[in-house]
């Protein structure tokens, strides 16, 4: 990505600061143990206004006439590069990043309060991390010690992360892009890990199909922490042991993305074991898969967030009243909620530099006041059945959990899915059979 894209989106934000300042610090780094670290992963706030990838890094934002945006990282050091890699440095990060000035990030606590002071408002993620709602409260409390002297600390604290979130919820082309690359290469481990399955492999075989393809294709890794649920497995919805085996009777649900330059593919799919439906696993995965479709299909702008949770709502209602899992009409069953034992999760959310995407879906406490679809926004539709073991399913029925889950891009005419992984019973059967 361009970072004249992020220095335009830095110029946007500016232009809403007025005579205010904003501060936003990237993530830190975190110790896995003794002296070991997490992989490293900037915050997505910071990357979206910055492009700049390496750890201990703040940016000020000073609005006004006299408008800059200002970098703090980390200084060069010959010996930690031996250790740990290049560093930018603050000259050469000002100059391939767009800012208009940067300095050492050892100077910015004793910066800070000259930056803040005499400023209308000060904008922070405030209550995201108790450190640095900590430094911003000393820096005021700096600027506030001088008060005698005529120097005014700023009279409003804002919130920079709602301004920040209605700016990520649309998309621009070079963020499209990698979103489509992200669900290109996930969409070829899902592919990948369903011509690998065999019965009695270990459900962990299976994420390791999907890590190799991911990393093979230059993916950054996994998005989020990747599900491989067999059996009954699938019926817990947030199941990441990956350490069964795969009985050969039994559908596997695999809940995989990757990520690209920080963004997110989001994909489920479920196929059996075996690599052929058994006739109570299909009855339950053309539900889900019509239920997809047609919530899909509701994807259009102008439409209610909440309209396409409630199209596939219908359709999984009347295949829970199909199965004899419930009685009655589709109005009742939504109206009474009777669907939550076997479906309890909402058909979506937005997709982006987050897997759960920053963004508000409701503009208001109203029922219908739901956020209003526009072109550029991204989400995903994942409806799904989760029949555990229970004296209120047949036995039959017993352990099918079933979710497919898409990426899908709002256009202006309608929607547009991107993810390209198998999906229909034909579909997935022809990918899996071994010859």
Known sequence: MSHTTHAKRRQRVLDSLGDGVAVLATAPERLRNRDSHYPYRFDSYFWYLSGFAEPDAVMVLVGGERAKAILFCREKNEERETWD?????????????????????????????????????????????????????????????????GTRAPGEIRDLRGLLDQMRLIKDGHEIELMRRAADIASAGHSRAMRACQPGMAEYELEAELSYEFRRRGADGHAYTPIVAGGANA????????????????????????????????????????GRFSAAQREVYEIVLAAQQAAIAAVRPGASFAAYHQAALRVLSQGLIDLKLLSGSVDGAIESEAYKPWYMHRTGHWLGLDVHDAGEYKTGSADDDWVRLLPGMTLTVEPGLYLRPGSAVPEHLHGIGVRIEDDVLVTSDGCLTYTNAPRTIAEIEEVMRHE
Not at 124 to 142: F, K, M, V
Request: proline share 4%; glycine share 8%.
């Open 235 to 274: 019926c817990i919805l947030h199941y990441v042991d990956n350490n069964k085996l795969l009985a050969s009777q039994s559908l596997v649900l695999i809940d995989a993305g990757c990520e690209v330059a920080g963004y997110a593919s989001d994909i489920t799919r479920t196929f059996p074991v075996s």
């Open 85 to 149: 890699g290049f560093r930018y440095g603050p000259d050469a990060a000002a100059a391939a990043f767009g800012f208009c000035e940067a300095h050492p990030i050892g100077l910015l606590d004793d910066m800070l309060p000259k930056l803040i002071a005499n400023r209308a408002a000060l904008w922070h993620s405030l209550g995201h991390d108790s450190e640095w709602d900590r430094r911003i409260t000393s820096a005021l409390n700096t600027v506030r010690t001088q008060g005698r002297s």
